[in-house]
């Protein structure tokens, strides 16, 4: 007999994977595919933050505001290796924002969402601490530092997949739902792999629609409903330069528009400068930073900094999409990044489509998601709540303990460079060990592709973490794309289509029923 999933996701990004996590560890049967790679989408093109949005206080998001300030220690206990607390420096601007306002909504921030880890926000002299002298001379006297995390979003979205196929979810790559179809008692999902061509199907009781960007597509040509809820495109790019300055804090800037941007410390030789807030009217896969955008981005931190940054400076810039709920607000930059669900039931058979939400909520959305999908599912192992107290793969450490992480892999490998461990530590937490295995040399580590990348990660990527282009390890899976030549990594690609074929694809059977 075909085997029928209790649950099929369509979408692969934070919020897809979150909600496959959450799903598979109560038991049910979880199948998920993504037409790219994982993360390919809005989910890698974020500004890395998980923040409780203070400017959404300006909106009266309270609810929203609540809720992200609460995920922020929840998500760093339980992925401590790829998330990081970050202090935020927030200059006084004479004539935007009066100092008042300031003290205001940081004061909301350090208690609206229960904080108990993070330190709380302190008053600054900013012509006698450090963090004034990367600004302009005589400029900024005043400002506030506060607390938020970091985090490498991508891997985020990785280790959640990782975790929901541990516990028997099938997670299928560079694979595309091409249609929808009901059934008497189920959904067919018609589905094709985008490197091949080939096609197969499978059965679930339930369809969730994370389709993000893509989310009405979905909708409307794949499973042939019509929309109610509309998305919203906003289009946010991001900048990064060489390092601008030397300590370890990040800025937020206000600008004369409303928004505000990020300076954030990156990679170690980085900076990261984000995001811009504009509506996007074409082909989400195709959208780019424009030289609007960058030099906006430019201008933004030139009016802060001491030292100046020029579009000519940028090593790398990126633009995603944003699928906001469409509530109807005038301007982009005001638009709810709140979550909403569509829940139809066409002849009984539930499918529930996600428009908007944060990297920082995920957790929460994919709890709610299947709250509203609990009188379809049938997994009872686990109680709501269970994804917020187990870690996340390779997370099973003391929030503290990345650099003790690294010194035992010297220990244990002694040929390692200090930097390679800590960025082993950084992305895999205790699972470094595993991608380490039992070598003892160098050169058991196999072909080096530049930098501290070899052969023996990639393999561990390919297998374990379903990595199948140069692409996926280079930018998503990692951030070596900003050391890698592009000769290094067309000679990385090269390697992985020879290789690709000895790589794990999921089992069909796994964490099915019949």
Known sequence: MEQVFDLAIIGGGINGCGIARDAAGRGNSVFLCEMNDLASGTSS????????????????????????????????QIAPHIIK????VLPHHAGLRPAWLLRLGLFLYDHLGGRHLLPATRSLDLRRDEVGRSLA?????????????FVDDARLVVLNARDAADRGAVIRTRTRAVEAKRLDDCWQVTLEDTLTGARDSIMARVLVNAGGPWVEDVLVRRAGIDAKAKVRLVQGSHIVVPRLYDHDRAYTFQNADGRVVFVIPYQNDFTLIGTTDRDYDGDPAKVRASAEEIAYLCQSVNDYLAKPVKPKDVVWAYAGVRPLYDDGASEAKAATRDYVFEFDAPGGLPLLSIFGGKITTYRRLAEEALERLAPYLRGTKE????????????????????PALADELIRDHLFLSRALALRLAHAYGTRASKVLGDVSTASDLGQLFGDTLTEREVR????????????????????????????????LDDWMTTHRNGAARPVMEAGGRT
């Not at 187990?390 to 450490?397: Q, V």
């Open 45 to 76: 093109w974020s500004s890395k933050l998980i923040h409780g949005g203070l400017r959404y206080l300006e909106y009266y998001e309270f609810r929203l505001v609540r809720e992200a300030l609460i995920e922020r220690e929840v998500l760093w």
């Open 85 to 88: 607390p970050l202090r935020f």
């Open 137 to 149: 001379p005589g400029r900024f006297t005043r400002g506030f530092e506060y607390s938020d995390c």
């Open 383 to 402: 109680q709501a709540g269970w994804t917020g107290k187990a870690s996340l793969p390779g997370g099973d450490f003391d929030v503290s303990a990345v």
């Open 460 to 491: 561990y990527l390919m297998t374990h973490e379903f990595a199948r282009t140069a692409e996926d390890v280079v930018w998503r899976r990692s951030k070596l794309g900003l050391r890698l030549s592009p000769d290094e990594v067309k000679a």
